[in-house]
């Protein structure tokens, strides 16, 4: 499965680069993320949970930054496996930033691949892609909580 977007956040390229370093930050961030270890500066565990119709999972999450540069371009590899039955799950997250119209804000261009095995793909892919694209607006939507939502004229900072 493949998913891609852009966002902005209320925060200077500097600290949502810090943000995004730090994997006590961003498992904030992320829905049912939990017991995050750091391993090192590129490498950390954590259990992160998925619920696709009647069936849960939590998958024990080997992260590693496989690339990065400071400031500009940040990527992940994350590989798991289900704590119980046989579902496992590897992605690939990239995630350019540049500072935005304003020096206070970053804007982030993202992508990701996930690729999913095992009983939770017997929901089928639909379903499982609808669950992974509400996971990921869920974690952009924290994000911005973070970070800071920037106000536009359709978010009422002009108008309202």
Known sequence: ME???EFSVAST???TWAFLQDPE???TVIPNCQNIEVIDDTHYTAEIGVSVSHISVTFDVNAE???EVEEEYLEFKLTGNAKDGDSRMEATVAVDLSEGEDA???DLDWEARVDVTGRIMNMGSRI???VG???INKTIE???GELGEVETEESGGLLG
Do not use: P, Y
């Open 133 to 135: 694209q509400r996971q």
């Open 128 to 130: 499982v892609k609808s």
């Open 13 to 15: 390229l500097s600290e």
């Open 25 to 27: 930050q961003l498992g």
């Open 104 to 106: 206070d804000v970053t």
């Open 65 to 67: 930054i496989i690339e």
């Open 3 to 5: 998913f891609e977007g």
């Open 142 to 144: 924290n994000v911005k």
